[in-house]
């Protein structure tokens, strides 16, 4: 089944660690996104990816970085930076083709615990 | 960034009863979203809305994208217990490039049987 798959699903960090959050697609999607979602609030957007090998600073990426080394992969690293990294963190995908670019699909989440 | 105004924050219903929820922009947005999440999972989407003026249906859902391209609702039809979640509003901004989405702070449904 095409889809997006977030692993893993929980983790958990000690403070000062780095620690990647791994996203994959197999929709063919050329565009992917990262998202943070705290409790009452929207979804932010930390980064996006709109081809292999580029990628732009969303509204929060301070103390976070990515790669996109393949089509179907956009890795998130959170490091020790980030002052406030427990949160939910979302994956998405979306086309290139028009109007339907717009249209992002999510993966199912990972839940970030800084102890 | 954008800044999407999303109402209720909550809503508290019967099942059976009907639901509205709207969202409202000061920018123009050429896409409208409705997506819907459950506890713990990534967002679903419901309805994806491209042209200003478009009603869209999905099952007991319907939505429309405002002739001002800055608003759009969103009806549940006799809710169900299922229903329950939280429902996020976006707009889209594509223009010749790609775009990107801006969200809403979401309406949370609680549905009673």
């Known amino acids: 089944d095409g889809g997006i798959t977030q692993s893993p699903k929980y983790l958990f960090r000690k403070e000062g660690q780095n620690v990647t959050l791994s996203c994959e697609q197999n929709l063919n999607h050329d565009a992917m996104y990262w998202y943070r979602q705290d409790p009452g609030q929207g979804l932010r957007l930390i980064y996006y990816s709109q081809i292999v090998n580029d990628f732009q600073k969303g509204d929060i990426a301070e103390g976070y970085s990515v790669s996109r080394e393949k089509k179907e992969s956009f890795p998130l690293t959170v490091t020790s930076a980030q002052k406030n990294p427990t949160a939910f963190y979302l994956c998405?995908?979306?086309?290139?083709?028009?109007?339907?670019?717009?249209?992002?699909?999510f993966g199912p989440g990972t839940r970030l615990t800084v102890l | 960034g954008q800044q999407l105004n999303q109402s209720p924050q909550s809503m508290f219903i019967q099942e059976g009863e009907d639901v509205s929820m709207n969202c409202t922009s000061s920018?123009?947005?050429?896409?409208w979203l409705w997506y819907k999440q459950d506890p713990g999972e990534g967002p679903v989407l419901l309805i994806a809305?491209?042209?200003?003026?478009e009603l869209t249906s999905n099952g007991r859902l319907t939505a429309q994208f405002g002739i001002t391209r800055k608003d759009s609702f969103l009806n549940i039809s006799a809710s169900i217990p299922s229903d329950v979640g939280i429902y996020f509003c976006a707009g889209g901004d594509r223009g010749s490039t790609l775009g990107r989405l801006y969200f809403g702070r979401g309406t949370q449904l609680t549905v009673w049987p």
């Open positions: 809305l491209y042209k200003a003026g």
């Open positions: 920018s123009i947005f050429n896409t």
């Open positions: 998405a995908s979306s086309t290139d083709l028009g109007l339907a670019g717009d249209t992002q699909y």
